[in-house]
């Protein structure tokens, strides 16, 4: 039950000097959107006029020929505070419902996971995949800077935004890596996409992969500790964000390396 406003509207002076008063009521329902107002008219009588009714009831005339209405400026005031206060109302809950719409939106991961399959860049093989981690996995790299390091060169030509041209991710090396990184001679980011034979996401169990990313552990050179890889910072990504990124590996295009050698030192 929502608030209630009792509003007078209409008072009656009756020639016995009986006064009715009319009261509008405004009940204002929470419920069920879209909101709905439902205006009831009640009638609160004094003591007064139930003496009235009696003495009505025993002269046989009915009670609006008794009555007349008097239009006194504060009944005009009235209703405008009525109309007032059903404005204020109106405004105060589309507020609240825009609110709770935000909210939703805010936490809605299928959101997150719409848009990610929105933006991946390639075609996807689902077969045999946790769909919900894929498309969260595909928010996650194509809007975290994988691909700025893993995709070498970036775009496609003509299609590299930083020149004004409308923009094409070079689909032909999507994560296949190569891409020199000028503070740390020597080392290229590598080819994350599926293996061809296992379909794993650089050759790597989704174990050795929790490593990478946590530790910086250097799965193909035991002992070394990753350069130039942010995996300090991926690392503090939540593990179900980071099987996500997996699952996202796991469904994208196989492509060779994009460099001759690996990053070894
Ligand atoms: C700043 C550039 C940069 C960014 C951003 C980056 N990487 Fe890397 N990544 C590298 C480099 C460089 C290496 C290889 C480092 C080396 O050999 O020392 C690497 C290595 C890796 C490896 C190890 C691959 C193997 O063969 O063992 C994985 C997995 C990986 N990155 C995944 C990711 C993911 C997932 C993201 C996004 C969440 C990401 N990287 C973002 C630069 C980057």
Redesign the pocket.
């Given at each position: 039950m929502g608030p209630q406003f009792y509003i007078e509207s209409e008072r009656s002076i009756t020639p016995g000097n009986v006064v009715t008063y009319r009261f509008r009521t405004l009940q204002v329902s929470y419920r069920f959107p879209p909101l709905c107002f439902a205006f009831a008219r009640s009638r609160m009588r004094s003591p007064g006029s139930v003496a009235l009714d009696q003495r009505l009831a025993q002269t046989g005339k009915p009670a609006n020929q008794q009555t007349r209405r008097s239009h006194m400026p504060v009944n005009r005031f009235s209703r405008r505070v009525t109309l007032a206060l059903a404005a204020i109302s109106v405004l105060f809950l589309l507020g609240f419902v825009r609110q709770s719409r935000g909210d939703k939106e805010a936490n809605s991961e299928q959101v997150r996971i719409q848009r990610g399959f929105e933006i991946a860049p390639v075609s996807l093989n689902l077969g045999g995949k946790d769909r919900n981690l894929v498309g969260l996995g595909s928010y996650?790299?194509n809007t975290?800077?994988?691909i700025?390091?893993?995709t070498w060169p970036n775009w496609a030509p003509g299609g590299n935004p930083f020149l004004g041209e409308r923009e094409q991710i070079n689909t032909a090396v999507y994560l296949a890596g190569g891409r020199p990184?000028l503070n740390q001679p020597g080392?290229?980011?590598?080819n994350?996409t599926p293996d061809p034979t296992f379909g794993l996401?650089?050759g790597?169990t989704l174990n050795e992969?929790m490593n990478?990313m946590h530790y910086g552990q250097?799965?193909?050179h035991p002992g070394r500790i990753?350069?130039?890889?942010?995996w300090p910072v991926?690392g503090k990504k939540t593990d179900y964000e980071l099987r996500a990124?997996y699952e996202y590996l796991r469904a994208i295009p196989s492509l060779p390396n994009n460099y001759q050698k690996p990053?070894n030192k």
């Amino acid at each position: 039950m929502g608030p209630q406003f009792y509003i007078e509207s209409e008072r009656s002076i009756t020639p016995g000097n009986v006064v009715t008063y009319r009261f509008r009521t405004l009940q204002v329902s929470y419920r069920f959107p879209p909101l709905c107002f439902a205006f009831a008219r009640s009638r609160m009588r004094s003591p007064g006029s139930v003496a009235l009714d009696q003495r009505l009831a025993q002269t046989g005339k009915p009670a609006n020929q008794q009555t007349r209405r008097s239009h006194m400026p504060v009944n005009r005031f009235s209703r405008r505070v009525t109309l007032a206060l059903a404005a204020i109302s109106v405004l105060f809950l589309l507020g609240f419902v825009r609110q709770s719409r935000g909210d939703k939106e805010a936490n809605s991961e299928q959101v997150r996971i719409q848009r990610g399959f929105e933006i991946a860049p390639v075609s996807l093989n689902l077969g045999g995949k946790d769909r919900n981690l894929v498309g969260l996995g595909s928010y996650i790299v194509n809007t975290s800077g994988c691909i700025d390091c893993h995709t070498w060169p970036n775009w496609a030509p003509g299609g590299n935004p930083f020149l004004g041209e409308r923009e094409q991710i070079n689909t032909a090396v999507y994560l296949a890596g190569g891409r020199p990184l000028l503070n740390q001679p020597g080392v290229k980011s590598r080819n994350i996409t599926p293996d061809p034979t296992f379909g794993l996401p650089a050759g790597l169990t989704l174990n050795e992969f929790m490593n990478v990313m946590h530790y910086g552990q250097d799965q193909q050179h035991p002992g070394r500790i990753l350069q130039g890889m942010p995996w300090p910072v991926f690392g503090k990504k939540t593990d179900y964000e980071l099987r996500a990124i997996y699952e996202y590996l796991r469904a994208i295009p196989s492509l060779p390396n994009n460099y001759q050698k690996p990053s070894n030192k």
